[in-house]
């Protein structure tokens, strides 16, 4: 199991390390910066932190020895001319539109085992770029940002929409599959060289009756795939739980999942494509946990049915929720990491069965990411 | 000559040198800044080449309203600053 836990905050990096008292903060990094993305590349050790400054805007930094020295990178940039559609009640056509400007690093991947130099970023206000060089330079992915129908995407929560889920089939570099707020799900099988919109069956409310099955809108708060069998693929939606075993070409909704389907992190066993985590918030227009108790559902079934979690979490006055890269699962698939909007943090060590609060006195949670380096100084 | 001078808030993140600065624009003072260190343009400026949102640029004292707009004109004594907007939490 996972020894070092990565944990993105408002207010700076902060990593964990697993020892016989537990974990503890072992070193802080960034303080005071918001780091709203991390990346441990497992090809060469690295660890990527994105940096969402609210004066001087998006910043990447890499480190290859476990934060003593931190390497400032390029950051994606949009090309001269780059805009997005506009939110407007002029019917034009075609829509009116406004500059595209990088306002955040939303998703960040290594592009595959056979690329090692390779990453994807994706960003808000939605366009995908890609490095060869390990962040080196960068290039927006122009099959998808030419796509007609990313004029109709529009922002969920953020201003703009935004890409934050990469899913890089594991058996396959060139087959990759996009989760978009609000922009549905993409997938491309060359690389990025062309793109095609998936996910028939998913079902978006916040639009008019007409529109609530159209592809190009859905708002995927959070897309996951499983290692093992990457046809399974589980969508934690505006609108709820939904369940693909076909690769994301069509999802079977969950309408059953514990207290609530609405929430925004998802989680999958790396070897079992059946199980998989959520963690419940009342529904859109009231964020917080039900009945004011953290829980977290657990599905071994494929969705057939869910456990609800709770052991060791805070079962009353609790109103944080857990964001959609507030929530990560390691190798192993039994170590699970839970990160709050107050900056609580829970570990498990046994599948969710219990949660051990780490603390509650970090900044707000935006991100948690287990290593795959063990600890040298392990004893 | 112009002077230019930035936040302290912008050296907790780079270098950013200081001074005597020979330009007869803003655009001008920005390209020797940027040529002195190419990281300081994604700090003070946005995708599209426009001053960013949160960052404000005062020439002997007057805000630069117009962010996309570094074409205007420095007299030969124009103290340049450039601040951070006050916001967060």
Known sequence: MATI????????????????????????????????????????????????????????????????????????????????????????????????????????????DDKPDCLWAGTIPGGLFRSENRGESWELNGPLWDREERMEWFGGGKDDPGIHSICVDPQDSQHVTLGISCGGIWETTDGGDSWALLGEGLRADYMPPDMTHKLSIQDAHRLTQCEVNPTV?????????????????????????????????????????????????????????????????????????????????????????????????????????MGSSTGGLWISDNGGDHWDGTSNLLPQIYVVRFSRCQDATDG | MPHIEFTSQLSQHLECSIGAIEATTLREAFDVVFERNPKVRSYLLDDQGAVRKHVAVFINNQLLHQRNNLEIALPPDAEIYVMQALSGG
Not at chain 1, 274 to 289: E, S
């Open chain 1, 233 to 337: 693929m589980w969508v934690q939606h505006h609108n709820g739980i939904f369940h693909s075993t076909d690769g994301s070409k069509s999802y079977r909704e969950i309408t059953e999942a514990g207290p609530s389907t609405f929430g925004f992190a998802v989680c999958v066993h790396p070897g079992d494509e059946k199980t998989a985590w959520f963690v419940p918030a009342v529904k859109d227009q009231c964020r917080v946990p039900v009945d004011g108790k953290r829980v977290v559902t657990r599905t071994r079934d494929g969705g057939e049915s869910f456990e609800t979690l709770s052991s060791g979490l805070p079962q009353e006055n609790c109103y944080d929720i857990v964001f959609r890269h507030g929530l990560d699962i390691d190798q192993s698939g039994a170590q699970l990491a």
């Open chain 1, 5 to 112: 836990l990565h944990v993105g905050t408002r207010k700076g990096l902060f990593t964990l390390k697993q020892n016989r008292s537990g974990w503890t903060i072992d070193r802080v990094d960034f303080l005071g910066d918001p780091v709203t993305m991390l990346m441990e590349d497992h090809c060469d050790n690295s660890l990527y932190a994105c940096l969402t400054l609210g004066h001087f805007g998006t910043k990447l930094h890499r480190t290859v020895d476990g934060g003593e020295k931190w390497h400032e990178l390029t950051v994606p940039v949009y090309p001269q001319g780059a805009v997005l559609a506009a939110r407007s009640f002029d019917e034009s056509s075609p829509p009116p539109t406004k500059p595209a400007n990088r306002a955040e690093i939303w998703s960040l991947e290594a592009a595959g």
